[in-house]
């Protein structure tokens, strides 16, 4: 034996694989990753691949048949009712496991685990706005219903079966790459599933940003700058709808306006919800309709990604049968339809996160001054495990109002902050959403969509139903709080508890429509109901989505399917229509050089359309955002930060109204600018900046606007870039960079369910399926795909693809 | 001949292996393998790198094909930033067949210099 040469060899031998298995020497373990019957080349789904499969399991009760169409839907027919929530929990992990786990781990405030201390203050963050708290609050009273209880349980139960049979070759592409394993799922998992929705779009506020702005404005600055209520506002509940008196009368708190606070906020959060988080959705009754029966759509616009927060498919039991979007991470479908109704949502918007300023008797913030003595706090200690580093050990402090989220030890993005805010959250009150889905899938008429509905506290949502009876309505549900006029616009002292809430508004003063005149019900996320409403409703809503909605719906008659679907994708732009006339009129065309003169031609003669290859929806986009900042960069320079920049709307209305609006002119220099100047100088400011994208021949609106829908760990290779798609902000089609409609739908309640509908992803979650992102062209086209209620007897029907059968053992 | 029976026994027993161990099996396969057929240095390296090598090669092109390579352009462009499935599997196959020859190398020295055969 020649030692040496074999040490030595041994000793390389055993090298290259620690290289190859860990991530010491390369940014992978390529060893691991690439060995053919382990790592990533298990993921490459054959294009053939036979998704049939027979399988038993202990819990269910009875025998479930899913019978899969060729877009890969799953259609779920199971003997008894919780069985089929076993079916959809073990379907969902099967397809979309990591992101289930991503999301809710994330939601947790544990994404550190995965990804290390980049994650630490997003972790921190979400563990002190109480996220868990929440959750755990919501199961708690999830559980005390029976109904949700075994719904939950056997969905939980259907995804650890899933989970259980994972080996180290058949565990989804992400974990492999990111390597680490799923564990197993649980009913809090789906509570804070349905958290993280909440934190979506029930936790936008700009308290801190507002606080800020009202201690550096004047009172009359001010109240131009973030006016209550928009006059282009057509609210979800028409004008001239009369609402009796309130029930509850908040007390404004004495000292309420000098109270706010005269001292910049030196926090910002280090996460925020997406402000577009918004929605279309609209019922038109039978007397609009060729059919004569009622046409129900939605589309939510929320992040666009991959996989996608959607997915299809049909659940039927003796009891119910119901289609549409489900959440992987949840029991039942959200929206969609059954045989008698149809159903859908758009966010109500309402500001129901409000913070209130702590102050401590000493540092161990065992004690806050709360009217007039001091009160005991007690502390959350949230353990947050962090991969390859210690363990973060953040002590947060709990008061009457809520978590004491920022305070010297986290101040967010900054640093050097000293106050202690609390934070007053909806989302922490104990509540049961998962009954409203349950509801409304067994949903047969107007009366059961209403007791399903009222159950709906946060995030509060614009409800749209439709029956085959005939019958169309809308509630702007939600459990809300009660404010005076202006209540949680601002930090709020947290010493006095005439600041707190003072009450929920009655369920019976929830603004709704049912059957109205009109002959449709619609919504946008604009203000709910005009200022007669004697509710205070916050300042923020966008106007316009809202507006040419409805000025369509209501010239619209013998409306078709195809009609509604060319009114989810229209992109005319009614922001634009308002806006043009200011710069067709201001624009000084006698200082523009030829160039320029070029590009006004290309906004002069714009059709007002979003469309993909629309030049001049681009030179008009730019050009608003450089005329937002003529108007208020010089106002802003010196704000503290952070702040907020006026609406748009209020920009718009503000010139529309007085061409000579006081912020037009440039505080900074000494001549008095005019709207002709301003109009000029952001327009030629404008054509400097598409100098770039015109000579890279990108100037057409949808190669310089760039839609992508990004993998949810943001791996390029796994995204679509770029998509030809038009639209964008305050346009029906409201697609965005990275956001806009996440799942059309049309759906007209003839006797046969005429459904249409589409998502930008995939069935399959795994990258390495063809199924994976085959919806994303035909969506950014326009298309749609008919959406199959099918029946058990149809199961020889040849667009069924595959069948799984799952029996108890 | 030995070369050739040797190969063909790292190749099917690395295959059999890795389908209960971790991948890193390979190594131990060609070891053994050439720990009881012996072999020069050189032929020994040779041989458990052809072995796993085109083992690996073929196997993950057969995948890469029947899923029409749709994966391997996605994971060449994150991996080796470069859209190009073939080099995926050239790596693949590089990276089985390096480490299935050093554990038949190692495994070669385990016997004085085999004599040359006459």
Redesign the interface.
Known sequence: ??II??VV??L??LA??VT??SKLLLP?P???????????????????YDFSADLKFQSLKGKVEVYFDDRLVPHVFAEQENDVYFVQGYLHAKFRLWQMDLQTLSAAGRASEVVGDIALNHDREFRRLGMVFAAENSLKMMETDPVIKASCDAYTAGVNAYIHSLT?ATLP?EYK?IGYRPEAWSNLRTALFLKYMSYDLAAHENDFEMTNAQQYFSASDFSLLYPAIQDSLDPIIPRGTVYGAPSITPVIPAAADSLYFKEPVTVEEANTPDKDNGSNNWAVSGSKTASGEPILCNDPHLGLNLPSLWYEMQLSTPTFNAYGASFPGSPSVIIGFNDSTAFGFTNGGRDVRDYFEITFKDDSRQEYWFDSSWQKTTFRYEEIMIAGKPTFIDTVAYTVFGPVMFDKSYSGKRTGNKKNYAVRWKAHDPSNELIIFNKLNHADNYSDYQEAVVNLHTPGQNCVFATKSGDIAIRTQGEWPAKWQGQGDFIMPGFDSSYMWQGMIPDAETPFQYNPERGFVSSANQRPADATYPYYLGREYPTPRGLIINRRLEAMQQVTPKDMMNLQTDNYNVFAEMAMPIFLKNIRTTALNSNEKKFYDLLRNWNLRNDPDSKGATVFVELWGKFKGEVFDDEFANAPQPVLRPFESTLLEGVLKDPAYKFIDNINTATVETLEDISTTAFKKAVLDLKIPDAARKLEWALFKGTSVNHLAK????SRKNLYIGGGNNIINATKQNHGPSWRMVLSLTAETEAYGIYPGGQSGN????FYDNFVDDWAAGKYYTLWMMTKDQNTDSRVKWKMTFSPS | MKFIISLFLIAILS?AA??FL???CI?LVA?LVLAFIPQR?LLAFLCGFFAVGLL?AV??FY??S???H??????S???LNMDNPLF?II??AF??G??AG??A??AS????PVPVEA
């Open positions: 034996m020649r040469p074999f060899c041994a390389l031998t290259l694989i190859f298995n992978a390529l060893g691991k990753l690439l060995a053919p019957q382990e790592g990533v080349w298990q993921n490459a789904e054959p294009a053939g180290a592409l790459l791996i390029p290779a796994f990258p390495g399926s063809r | 295959f890795c389908l971790p991948w890193w190594a070891f240095p690996w196997l993950s995948i890469s029947k899923n029409e749709l994966l391997a352009h996605k994971v462009l994150l991996i995926l790596i693949t990276i089985g390096l480490v050093m554990g190398l190692t020295f385990m016997r004085r």
